[in-house]
């Protein structure tokens, strides 16, 4: 991994808000990245029909390399997923997500971050926990395919108070 190259690509990168047509490349990264991937049509729900969703796809050179979702209710924003195609994964692509994740949802009123990760993905957990998440619960058998459990992990961006 060569850092200048990797500023390069993040320089480059832009992060847009998701459509319809993003979701073929959207797919073939959610199938490698996921044991139960979520299927078109669930993407098109959160796209078209649920407003407290906000979906966005980070584009390079006209490409789909990343994706992510949220869901801001009241004052937090609930990351729903999160992913990069593996090609270019290790180059802080998910972090500068994360980043315009809480800089976005803040925008909306949001102070906190919120998001599930499961107890086997360690390099999930520790990217989280670099970016300032801090575990606060166990969600018990959460995923359905495998029934594991899921570490439910916080960052606050706003005005809230620490112990939360």
Same mark, same amino acid.
């Given at each position: 991994?060569?850092?200048?190259?990797?500023?390069?690509?993040?320089?480059?990168?832009?992060?847009?808000?998701?459509?319809?047509?993003?979701?073929?490349?959207?797919?073939?990264?959610?199938?490698?990245?996921?044991?139960?991937?979520?299927?078109?049509?669930?993407? @098109?729900?959160?796209?078209?029909? +649920?407003?407290? %969703?906000?979906?966005?796809?980070?584009?390079?050179?006209?490409?789909? !390399? *990343?994706?992510?979702?949220?869901?801001?209710?009241?004052?937090?924003?609930?990351?729903?997923?999160?992913?990069?195609?593996?090609?270019?994964?290790?180059?802080?692509?998910?972090?500068?997500?994360?980043?315009?994740?809480?800089?976005?949802?803040?925008?909306?009123?949001?102070?906190?971050?919120? @998001?599930?990760?499961?107890?086997? +993905?360690?390099? %999930?957990?520790?990217?989280?926990?670099?970016?300032?998440?801090?575990? !606060? *619960?166990?969600?018990?058998?959460?995923?359905?395919?495998?029934?594991?459990?899921?570490?439910?992990?916080?960052?606050?961006?706003?005005?809230?108070?620490?112990?939360?």
């Amino acid at each position: 991994m060569h850092l200048n190259g990797d500023k390069k690509v993040l320089d480059s990168l832009i992060i847009q808000p998701m459509l319809p047509e993003h979701l073929d490349e959207v797919l073939k990264i959610e199938e490698v990245s996921f044991p139960s991937p979520w299927k078109k049509q669930t993407y @098109l729900n959160e796209l078209l029909f +649920n407003n407290f %969703a906000h979906y966005f796809v980070c584009m390079l050179k006209g490409s789909v !390399i *990343g994706y992510m979702g949220m869901w801001i209710v009241i004052d937090e924003g609930h990351i729903t997923t999160i992913a990069v195609a593996p090609e270019y994964r290790g180059k802080r692509i998910a972090e500068k997500m994360l980043n315009f994740a809480a800089d976005y949802a803040k925008k909306w009123g949001a102070v906190k971050l919120v @998001l599930e990760v499961r107890v086997s +993905n360690l390099s %999930a957990q520790k990217l989280y926990r670099r970016m300032g998440f801090k575990n !606060i *619960g166990i969600r018990k058998e959460y995923y359905s395919d495998s029934r594991e459990d899921a570490i439910v992990m916080l960052k606050p961006i706003g005005n809230i108070d620490e112990e939360n």
